[in-house]
């Protein structure tokens, strides 16, 4: 099993999406990149520096990194600066996190390959895990618990882009 953590603005919305897609095994949401350990989401609102993540355990002989970054780049602009929707603060910025640096230089791979799709400047960040703590238990699949819930990611998106094979 291979993994990686995604920072992609609210948390819930892209636990949801990770969860239909095939070959994801496992996610839970946390808090990575921030000033303290262990933060809750009090801390984080309050300003530990945190960002809202995603980790998850991918099978990589039914889904490769690259997938994984498109299905992450479908959901997210990686071209704002601390948002994604209406969320707003740093908490909500990009990242993406690798455990070991080949994943890093895939990563930067990737993103060098995409660069000409955007007008503007990717400001996602690529960097080692060294930080990932769980958030909250009532964080944990939350949409699914509260299917009326603040999403900014249309999960509809999930279905809509053929060469990305989904959870039915």
């Known amino acids: 099993m291979k993994k990686i953590v995604l920072a992609g603005g609210c948390f819930w919305g892209v636990q949801a999406y990770f969860d239909l897609v095939n070959g994801v095994k496992k996610t839970e949401v946390g808090y990575i990149d921030g000033m303290m350990d262990n933060p809750s989401y009090q801390d984080v609102l309050n300003g530990s520096g945190h960002a809202e993540a995603l980790y998850l355990e991918y099978d ?63 400001v996602t960040s690529v960097k080692l895990v060294k930080d990932f703590s769980l958030a909250e238990d009532y964080h944990q699949n939350y949409l699914e618990k509260n299917p009326n819930g603040y999403c900014h990611i249309n999960l509809n998106k999930v279905y809509n882009i053929q060469k990305f094979i989904v959870k039915k």
């Not at 994984?68 to 997210?76: P, R």
């Not at 909500?92 to 994943?103: A, L, M, P, S, V």
């Open 60 to 122: 990589e002989e039914e889904i490769s990194l690259t997938l994984i970054l498109d299905h992450y780049f479908n959901i997210i602009d990686p071209t704002l600066v601390n948002r994604q929707g209406n969320d707003i603060g740093q908490s909500y910025r990009t990242g993406i996190y690798c455990y070991n640096d080949q994943d890093i230089d895939d990563v930067n791979t990737y993103i060098d390959g995409i660069r000409d799709q955007y007008e503007d400047e990717i």
